[in-house]
Nanobody, 119 residues
Framework: QVQLVESGGGSVQAGGSLTLSCSTS????????IGWFRQAPGKEREFVAS????????RYTDSVKGRFTVSTDAVQNKVILQMNSLEPEDTAVYYC????????????WGQGTQVTVSS
């Protein structure tokens, strides 16, 4: 069973940067798609970005395009979400999730990491 662990959250001022990591225990990310989601207080969880491990195909929600970059680190077997030009609206708990390439839904989720952006 693949378990996901996020790290790298914290507090920054608007305009700052943070780097989130998603790593696994027990298995590699081979043949998985990995997504980043976030949930702000009082709001529903929303999709942020995703990447397919094998070919590196990426996708972003419009609000983070040009500011966030998702990538893979094959050496350390983790997925990176680089967040630049952060805005207070980016404040949320960020989750990574994974789905096998034959699945349509994300079934594996991490515990989440808090990102707080102050103005």
């Amino acid at each position: 069973q693949v378990q996901l662990v996020e790290s790298g959250g914290g507090s920054v001022q608007a305009g700052g940067s943070l780097t989130l990591s998603c790593s696994t225990s027990g298995r590699t990310f081979s043949n998985y798609g990995i997504g980043w989601f976030r949930q702000a207080p009082g709001k529903e969880r929303e999709f942020v970005a995703s990447i397919t491990w094998t070919i590196g195909l990426t996708r972003y929600t419009d609000s983070v395009k040009g500011r966030f970059t998702v990538s893979t680190d094959a050496v350390q077997n983790k997925v990176i979400l680089q967040m630049n030009s952060l805005e207070p609206e980016d404040t949320a708990v960020y989750y990574c999730a994974a789905k096998y390439y034959t699945e349509t839904e994300y079934r594996l989720w991490g515990q989440g990491t808090q990102v707080t952006v102050s103005s």
